[in-house]
Nanobody, 115 residues
């Protein structure tokens, strides 16, 4: 079993920044990648970014490339999502996932970009 807990969401103005954190615990040895997904009202959950356990490979949705950065601190079993130049269309619930033989999900954290 793996548990993931997100934090760091909130309200930010367009053009602002936020950093999300995701702490993993439990059978972390089974995890081979971590990811951030988001779901806006009335829309399907979509991939934002992923990072391998070694941190040597990342992947981003086209909509966030150049603005968001995923990183990890293995000593803390934590993955981060630095979000810069935020836009209203980035408003969503952001979910952290731990990818093992199955995918473990966090409870989500709300990010609202509005003036």
């Amino acid at each position: 079993q793996v548990q993931v807990v997100e934090s760091g969401g909130g309200l930010v103005q367009p053009g602002g920044s936020l950093r999300l954190s995701c702490a993993a615990s439990g059978s972390i040895f089974s995890i081979y990648a971590m990811g951030w997904y988001r779901q806006a009202p009335g829309k399907q959950r979509e991939l934002v970014a992923t990072i391998t356990s070694a941190g040597d490979s990342t992947n981003y949705a086209d909509s966030v490339k150049g603005r968001f950065t995923i990183s990890r601190d293995n000593a803390k079993n934590t993955v981060y999502l630095q979000m810069n130049s935020l836009k209203p269309e980035d408003t969503a619930v952001y979910y952290c996932s731990a990818i093992a033989t199955i995918v473990y999900w966090g409870q989500g954290t709300q990010v609202t970009v509005s003036s």
